[in-house]
């Protein structure tokens, strides 16, 4: 057991952005089933972190939170 919030990515190839936009730099790609720490989840992007890395994906990446949940 945990504390952290975590998330599993459900898509081939996620990318994990920079910041909360498509256009801003990718500095990794998610494997399906990989396991991530969610640390905040207010709208259409999830900031995550696994390892040495931190950035935003996609909510539609990812699965691990309601439809409407917000995480702050």
């Not at 995550?48 to 990446?61: M, P, S, Y």
Request: glycine content about 4%.
């Amino acid at each position: 057991l945990s504390l952290h919030r975590m998330a599993l990515v459900n898509i081939n190839m996620a990318k994990i952005h920079v910041n909360p936009d498509e256009s801003s730099a990718v500095i990794a790609l998610a494997e399906r089933n990989a396991l991530m720490e969610l640390q905040s989840c207010p709208k259409a992007w999830c900031k995550v972190k696994a390892a040495n890395v931190r950035g935003w994906i996609g909510r539609q990446a990812i699965w691990g939170l309601l439809k409407t949940e917000s995480l702050d």
